[in-house]
């Protein structure tokens, strides 16, 4: 399985909107309704912020938010705060199993 | 409040065999999916495979298929990853995560096994 092709690395300062895209076939991203973000800082755990393209659970910040076009997804992140640094991974269902894309990396300037 | 826990740190010499294990509290897990993810040192997630608690329907990646095999037992609500002969390669954090059959997402995740393979 092909990882989606995320950019390495994203920067903005506080306050700033960041988007992240992932890029996928109509095998994956493109196919279903079924992209979903995760947060990852050091040394932890991946956390779900976004799934079903564009829904958020319970307790994630209004901050995140996600969009799909054609074979690309998109993670925003509005008012950008020090605390969302981290490593940001979508993923995706395919032929009944998933594959993630290859991680992006939030800096906080 | 539906948790995972995940086996403790392993460290291994090449060829030697190893399962780990992954064990979900708090709900009843029969409809439940598992997946295992894999993180090498400094590097990206990888899907392993996933499996169906109810009839143990399992899916492997490709990248995984014939490496691994993934496993459970559905009467203590526990899942495994298992290998027959380790290499130093498969040294990585392994997480796994847990979501209800007809989720796409994986909302639980366990706090990651780290297996270290070096003679």
């Known amino acids: ?109 | 409040e539906v948790q995972v826990v995940q086996s403790g740190a392993e460290v291994k010499k090449p060829g030697e065999s190893l399962k780990i294990s992954c064990q979900g509290s708090g709900d009843s897990f029969t409809n439940y999916w598992i997946g295992w993810v894999r993180q090498m040192p400094g590097k990206g997630l990888e899907w392993m495979g996933i499996l169906f608690f109810s009839n143990s329907d399992t899916r492997y990646s490709p990248s995984f298929q014939g490496h691994v095999t993934i496993s459970a037992d559905k009467s203590i609500s526990t899942a495994y990853l298992q290998w027959s002969s380790l290499k130093a390669s498969d040294t990585a954090m392994y997480y796994c995560a847990t979501t209800r059959d007809g989720n796409t997402h994986w909302d639980y995740w366990g706090q990651g096994t780290l297996v270290t393979v070096s003679s």
């Not at chain 1, 690395?9 to 992240?20: A, F, K, L, Y």
């Not at chain 1, 079903?52 to 509005?78: D, E, H, M, Q, Y």
């Open chain 1, 1 to 109: 399985q092909s990882a989606l092709t995320q950019p390495a690395s994203v920067s903005g300062s506080p306050g700033q909107w960041i988007t992240i895209s992932c890029t996928g076939t109509s095998s994956d991203v493109g196919g279903y309704n079924y992209v979903s973000w995760y947060q990852q800082h050091p040394g932890k755990a991946p956390k779900v912020i976004i799934y079903g393209v564009s829904n958020r659970p319970s307790g994630v910040s209004n901050r995140f938010s996600g969009s799909k076009s054609g074979n690309t997804a998109s993670l925003t992140i509005s008012g950008l705060q020090a605390e969302d640094e981290a490593d940001y991974y979508c993923s995706s269902f395919k032929g009944g199993l998933y594959v993630f894309g290859s991680g992006t990396e939030v800096t906080v300037l």
